[in-house]
């Protein structure tokens, strides 16, 4: 069982877009609910700017959770709804390769006042990694299975 | 970074009057900070927004010599541009600015766990100086802007939009496709809540539009092509011809004998292809309707007939921004939905409103000759439609918004149809009543107090219409179950059943392609945020006014015209535009024009690949025009050089963030 009930916990990184999650994370303040401490939200002009190996950096950085929080088909970019859609398909590929859960990345439509669908989003996060644990661990166990020792 | 060794970073953290430092343990935050690298000063403060907290930022910057600020404070929406400014009055750049949200993100929303929310505090504000390090001085977008705007749309938000435009100085170009103005207001009459006839007001407001000097009026024209950017778009409206002139108009209408359905009355009377929609409209001389008009030769008095002809003319006209107007479509029910196409005394709401227009000298309500002693109100047709229940449309979607203004309007219609034929009885079938306007739900009441008698169905099992079996006393039976009273199964014998439909976007595929602008899953115009940017679209310099974006009212769609003008108005009015540098830069050194960016830009004119001569050699390289960028990046994702970003916002500076959240705080041990 990974060591996820100790502290440090694992972190959560969202990626909101400025005209989507990232206003709803801030009604989510203005309505004073809580969610867990170890989320970190970084404002993104549009998702589709990433490529998949950022993505991937950042897990084998550190990052144990990571969900795009985007604008969906209501988004002012043209591009965001299908491209974000391909490139989370093609980031889902690339952390197959590396030997990550593909569960620790999601994608999330959520509006400016979406303030129940970012809890749930970030709530549902948090409990796969307790049930999952650390990405070092997965890492560490993937590295290990390459290098032929026993996981 | 070339400067790194130069770096003078202070950082902030804001105690908000409490709200931060009742969580977050703000002193903590700022000693952990106060030992990142490159940081010169870390101070807290009660609240850095107040005129001593910026000073003490502009003091900082003075005396320190600090070239980057970290803020930790409240959202960026509220103060992000109250400490830009605080830099530029100390004079640094303002995009060596970095905030960061410590008040909606952390403090208010993990209340219960105040070592949980002053580590995470002190993470972002690690990630905000990792960031802080790889900013540059940036300088804002500024383009000469041609002080004329362009209005596709000439109904009641279009005019409004126009004249508000004109009246500040700049010029404008109107463009209306059908070949009168006045859009969908025309075809009312009293309209609420004033109840003063909607051609009357529109006739005020038409007169000064045309009268205005600013203003250049193309009916029987659309925008076929626009190009350019925000202050310099220049847009290729072609006009037909009108097809008669002032000396022949008369005779021509008199003489013109082929009739088609009358949209202005919603099909319930005909019209000739030469017509006027209805007496006082503009421009007053009739029109050729060239879609149905084909080419029948029409004999004056006698001489020999004449084939009319049209022969559109183009002409481009440059404007510096763009006001979407486009208006709406009232929803036109399916064959057979309530009975309607199947069912002569199934009607929709526009064309009752049209049919007592025409019929007002009656003192007995009638349809199809017949009188009507019982009528009934269908609410939300082609509104509030529920997957899995509704059919879809063609497009496969379904409407399931709430078109909002059709419960005040069928109220109001109820209100006019008590007043003028006080016997009537009036049914009135509805899943929730909306009436959310000033004002609106005095009709309400007054329905209520009035006799109208409410059935409420549920969206999931719509009221039955059907014909009434031979010899029953009224030709249509509603079967519907009423939770009012328990759904009790209730059958009502009617003379007239309306529906009160929606409103639907138009069909303005074509413009919407031309302008990149977006559509959201209703299928209405964009704003780029509700809030934050209203009546904005993510394409500098073109906004939205009206029904365009979305279900309105007049009082409504008349606010939105005039913000949009307003945004117009402020963009446009010193002649130049000033835009957020936030957009695509390339890095010369490192492309090779590949195209990949090109190939995947979806904003036309953004970016091109183009050949340059350097040391006597061909290279290629991607060049970026600023103004047509949107920055949303999709061009950094695919750059197999990684050449290509977009700045202020760099994937570099986000891998920097990212590394500073999964880094451990050197002093956490203290916090936790």
Known sequence: MP?????????????????????GADSTGQSHLDYPANTYVLPVMCPVMFPPEFFVRAFERGIDGIIIMYSGTDSPYKVEADGTAKLINRTYQLMKERGIDIRRLRLAAICTVCVKPFLKEVNQMAELLKGIGFVKNELASRNASAQGAPA | MPDNDKLKIAVYTCYCGGNISDVVDCEKVAKAMGSQPDVVVSRTDMSLCSDAGQSQI?????????????????????????????????????????????????????????????????????????????????EPIRLQAEKQALVIGGGVAGLRA???????????????????????MAQLEAVFPTHENARDLLRGLIKKVVNHPGIKIYTQAEVMGVAGYVGNYCAQVIQHSRGVTEENAEALLSACQQEVPDEFNYGLTRRKTIYRPYPGCYP???????????????????????????????????????????????YEPRQGEYGYGELKEVVTLPQLIRHLALSKANHALE??????????????????????VDEPHEDGRINNYCSRVCCTATLHTTEELRQHFPGLNIYDLYQDIRTYGRGHEDYYRDALLGGVRFVRYHGEEHPQVTAASAGDTHPVLIRVKDSLTYNEELEIPVDLVVLAVGMQPRQIDKLVNMLKVSRGTDRFLLEVHPKLRPVETAVNGVVLAGTAQGPMNIQESLSAASAAAAKVV???????VELQPFVAAVDAEKCNGTGACVEICEYEGA??????????????????????????????????????????????????????????????????
């Open chain 2, 162 to 184: 126009a004249l508000d435009i004109a009246q500040q100085g700049l010029r404008v170009v109107l463009v209306e496709k059908s070949p009168f103005v006045g859009g969908r």
């Open chain 2, 58 to 138: 502009e003091q900082d910057i003075r005396e320190l010599g600090v070239n980057r600020v970290v803020i930790g404070s409240c959202a960026p929406t509220l103060h992000e541009v109250t400490f830009r400014n605080a830099l530029i009055r100390a004079g640094l750049n303002p995009y060596l600015y970095q905030h960061v949200g410590l008040r909606e993100q952390d403090s208010w929303v993990h209340s219960n766990d105040h070592a949980g929310a002053t580590r995470k505090a002190m993470h972002l504000m690690k990630a905000g100086i990792a960031k802080a390090r790889l900013l540059h001085p940036l």
């Open chain 2, 607 to 672: 970016i091109a690949v183009q050949t340059f001569t350097e040391n006597g050699k061909e290279v290629k390289r991607a060049v970026v025009t600023p103004a047509n960028c949107s920055g949303c990046g999709a061009c950094v994702a695919v750059c197999p050089n990684h050449a290509i970003n977009v700045q202020g916002w760099t994937l570099s500076q986000y891998e920097a963030m990212v590394d500073a959240i999964a880094s451990d705080i050197p002093n956490m041990a203290e916090v936790a």
């Open chain 1, 3 to 23: 060591d996820i009930a100790q502290s440090p916990q694992p972190k959560i990184l969202v990626l909101a877009t400025l005209a989507g999650g990232y206003a």
């Open chain 2, 570 to 576: 402020a963009l446009l009015g010193r002649g130049r």
């Open chain 2, 367 to 388: 349809w199809n000759g017949h009188p009507v002693r019982d009528v009934a109100f269908i609410h939300c047709v082609g509104s509030r439609e529920i997957e899995g």
């Open chain 2, 284 to 330: 007053p001389l009739p029109a050729v309707d060239w879609d149905n008009y084909q080419g029948e030769p029409i004999s004056l008095n006698g001489g020999e007939p004449i084939v009319l002809e049209d022969v559109p003319t183009s002409v481009d006209v440059n404007v510096g921004a763009i006001v979407v107007a486009t208006g709406f479509d009232p």
